[in-house]
T-cell receptor, first 113, second 117 residues
Framework: KQEVTQIPAALSVPEGENLVLNCSFT??????LQWFRQDPGKGLTSLLL?????REQTSGRLNASLDKSSGRSTLYIAASQPGDSATYLC????????????FGTGTLLAVQP | DGGITQSPKYLFRKEGQNVTLSCEQN?????MYWYRQDPGQGLRLIYY???????QKGDIAEGYSVSREKKESFPLTVTSAQKNPTAFYLC????????????????FGEGSRLTVL
């Protein structure tokens, strides 16, 4: 059964710093891996989707990579800004025939001005 | 604008009452999902639907019911049988399935917060 773990649970950095958020999963048969952002009391906003044949995706200051052999995905945020402060969640599917995404518990990021 | 609309944003329920959470999407997506989010836990899947008039139980379906009579609508009823219904409920959709696999990103609504008094 797929399990997804995110480390660290919380992170505080000064503005302008580059940072990496980590996500590990137990089932290397993962098909899709998706990164989300969640602001307090809000829904999830999709950031990046890495599909089966892909190894990484980039959008603006964000870059996500997926290494199935090691069971890891990383989200790299360049030149962090206070507006990046939020909870970041990764989710991987269970390798089955449905989009049953398994979510990690998230990393709470605070970017200090 | 295309998106997913959940209502109400906040809902209070007395014990023993059923309540229904609305989810509407205008993205023309075939697949729709309901998740529950509790503090300190990852999102957990309640029900999902791949196509109109069809839905399947997720990991925590007990005490919940759904219907999918229209492509754009997937309401969730929290019944009195749900022992701990206080939570944040999130509806999501994706474009659909091909060959048994999801074919796209998962998009979420803004959520509905249910509190049992």
């Amino acid at each position: 059964k797929q399990e997804v773990t995110q480390i660290p649970a919380a992170l505080s950095v000064p503005e302008g710093e580059n940072l990496v958020l980590n996500c590990s999963f137990t089932d290397s048969a993962i098909y899709n891996l998706q990164w989300f952002r969640q602001d307090p009391g809000k829904g999830l906003t999709s950031l990046l989707l890495i599909q089966s044949s892909q190894r990484e995706q980039t959008s603006g200051r964000l870059n996500a990579s997926l290494d199935k052999s090691s069971g890891r995905s990383t989200l790299y945020i360049a030149a962090s800004q206070p507006g990046d402060s939020a909870t970041y969640l990764c989710a991987g599917d269970d390798g089955g025939a449905t989009n049953k995404l398994i979510f990690g518990t998230g990393t709470l990021l605070a970017v200090q001005p | 604008d295309g998106g997913i609309t959940q209502s109400p944003k906040y809902l209070f329920r007395k014990e023993g009452q059923n309540v229904t959470l609305s989810c509407e999407q205008n993205l023309n997506h075939d697949a729709m999902y309901w998740y529950r989010q509790d503090p300190g836990q990852g999102l957990r899947l309640i029900y999902y639907s791949q196509i109109v008039n069809d839905f399947q139980k997720g990991d925590i379906a007990e005490g919940y019911s759904v219907s999918r009579e229209k492509k754009e609508s997937f309401p969730l009823t929290v019944t009195s049988a749900q022992k701990n219904p206080t939570a944040f409920y999130l509806c999501a959709s994706s474009i659909g399935f091909a060959g048994g696999r999801s074919t796209g990103e998962l998009f979420f609504g803004e959520g509905s917060r249910l509190t049992v008094l």
